[in-house]
């Protein structure tokens, strides 16, 4: 089999100085997107809960969700955009309260701000803006 493909080499080599000098080589294996895009979920009293996709692979991908957050300070709503910790998986700080989970078949969202809220005396209702990426496996 020849040595073909798609080759980027970093800056000042050449795509024959060897495999470590490469950006990207359709050699290995690559992420491929299955799912993306973006929404809204709404809380109420600091609690939402969102199903982002429904697939049918079958199996738990890979995914990553980012969301705006509520400061736990003014309990008002940031619009810069967190990455989500996984569902079950420690995390630190805000990241504790903004959990995705995936099965085999959904990815879905849940938030629980409601503790944070309760400092800063917030109970309203907040929508939240969310982006997802949920990748599959080519060869399964």
């Given amino acids: 089999m020849g040595d073909y493909g798609v080759k980027i080499s970093k ?6 100085d060897g495999d470590k000098r490469l950006i990207l080589s359709t050699k290995y294996p690559l ?6 895009g973006t929404g809204t979920i709404t809380l109420s009293g600091g ?3 969102a199903t ?3 697939h049918s692979l079958g199996y738990k991908p890979m995914f990553y969700v980012w969301t705006t957050y509520i400061d736990p300070n003014s309990g008002s709503e940031v619009s810069k955009y967190c990455l989500c910790s996984w569902m079950y998986y420690t995390g630190l700080q ?5 959990m ?3 099965t085999t078949t959904t ?7 409601s503790a944070t809220l309760d400092i800063v005396g917030g109970t309203g209702t907040d929508v939240l803006d ?3 990426v949920v990748y599959y496996d080519g060869i399964s």
């Fill in 130 to 132: 969310y982006i997802y």
């Fill in 94 to 98: 805000r990241n504790d309260y903004y």
């Fill in 100 to 102: 995705a989970e995936a």
């Fill in 11 to 16: 800056a000042g080599y050449s795509i024959t």
């Fill in 31 to 36: 992420l491929k997107i299955k799912h993306k």
């Fill in 47 to 49: 609690i939402g809960s």
């Fill in 107 to 113: 990815i879905t969202l849940d938030i629980d701000t």
């Fill in 52 to 54: 982002l996709v429904t």
